[in-house]
């Protein structure tokens, strides 16, 4: 996905709902396609689109926009699915966004409860199935004469959430068919391995798919094929990341010398600390040594004044995490963000220490090598500059 999904000013059952920018960018082709589709199955189920007007003006993109709706609000309703199904057993959602091939619901967490994955996972299909039911009972209880359009839509619509429901069915990461397979594999063998085991099917099949777009030239296929292969990889390193980090504190690994840079000093001394620390970014804080914002390189742009306070250009929002906070947590907010530190308060609210993507890596080889956990370390009052 491309960065930060912008989200809608509502909640839905209290889950922030959003849309990525692949979405927004692909989305005119969406509605180009639906409109196409709907003048296609109304041609096949014997409705003359220009005879019923639904062919002719700008009819076909009012059609268009209405059925890519109705196709987006479907898969909404398939995530949601796995939200509430989730909830059930008490891990909340953080956000869903409806992106370029479809929605993701991004779970806190997965329950570790056996076959748990599994369930969530069959939910979102099974979900889909009955959007298709309820189409198709729409298109039964339509007037073909009367509302040509919408008996067209409709019947696109039941025909969709069929192939949307297929398609999840798939037996390969990130798709509910992998998750399922992955979670029955968990039931005789430790999590890990099934991810693998899981991780090797779902590469295959997009191996497949690169075939069938080869010689059927259907490149459709090959894009949902490196869909597959990035998110099997990313769910890979994710797995590893959460093995390894899961459980262990951030104050048993942060850096608690951390250097921050006074909100009034200037952005002359700023650059001299960096080339002095080899750092890019640091913390700022005010004359009571309270955390106000960062700054890094990029903040400073390409021309700017060596004399200029550093709050002047400082960021104000701050990513920030809770000592007690788990690594895995802090090795998925660095993702979430695009950042590669993260500041380290404690209960107050006071900056405690730094934490690095290296500070994760490391974690995780120590980790896999020696598993106990880590000592907690001394937190020492940071120096500023």
């Known amino acids: 996905m491309l960065g930060k999904p912008i989200n809608l000013p509502f909640k839905v059952f209290g889950v922030p709902v959003g849309f990525d920018w692949s979405f927004l960018i692909i989305l005119p082709w969406f509605i180009y396609v639906m409109a196409r589709n709907v003048l296609d199955v109304a041609d096949m189920i014997g409705i003359d ?9 700008i009819t076909p993109a009012l059609i268009g926009t209405v059925a890519a709706g109705g196709l987006f609000l479907s898969v909404l309703i398939h995530e949601f699915g796995h939200v509430l199904t989730a909830r059930a057993y008490g891990v909340r959602t953080r956000h869903v966004t409806l992106w370029l091939l479809g929605g993701v619901a991004a779970l806190e967490r997965m329950p570790r409860q056996r076959g748990a994955e599994a369930v969530i996972a069959i939910v979102g299909p099974l979900t889909s199935f009955a959007v298709a039911a309820v189409f198709a009972v729409l298109v039964w209880v339509t007037p073909v004469t009367a509302l040509p359009a919408a008996y067209a839509v409709f019947t696109l619509l039941a025909f969709v959430n069929l192939v949307l429901a297929i398609f999840n069915c798939i037996p390969a990461l990130p798709l509910d068919g992998g998750r399922v397979l992955r979670s029955l594999l968990a039931l005789a063998v430790p999590h890990m391995k099934a991810t693998r085991i899981t991780a090797i099917v779902s590469k295959t099949l997009a191996l497949g798919l690169v075939v069938l777009a080869i010689f059927g030239g259907q490149l459709w296929y090959l894009l949902i094929a490196g869909f597959i292969w990035l998110a099997v990889s990313a769910e890979t390193r994710q797995s590893v990341a959460e093995q390894a980090l899961r459980g262990l504190p951030i104050r048993a690994i942060m850096r608690p010398d951390v250097v921050a840079v006074p909100a009034e000093a200037s952005l002359g001394a700023l650059v001299s600390t960096m080339f002095q620390r080899r750092h890019s970014s640091f913390p700022v804080v005010d004359d ?13 742009g390409d ?3 060596p004399n200029a306070p550093v709050r002047t250009v400082m960021r104000r929002e701050v990513v920030t995490l809770p000592a007690d906070q788990d690594c895995f947590r802090a090795f998925e907010v660095m993702g979430e963000n695009g950042v590669g530190r993260l500041i380290v308060i404690d209960g107050g609210g006071r900056m405690v220490g730094i934490v690095g993507r290296s500070d994760l890596m490391r974690a995780m080889q120590i980790r896999a090598l020696y598993p106990r956990p880590a000592q907690e370390p001394v937190v020492h009052r940071q120096p500023t500059l």
């Open 303 to 305: 021309e700017y004044d």
């Open 49 to 57: 689109p220009v005879a019923t007007g639904i062919g002719t003006g």
């Open 288 to 300: 009571a040594g309270e955390l106000v914002g960062t700054i890094g390189l990029r903040d400073l």
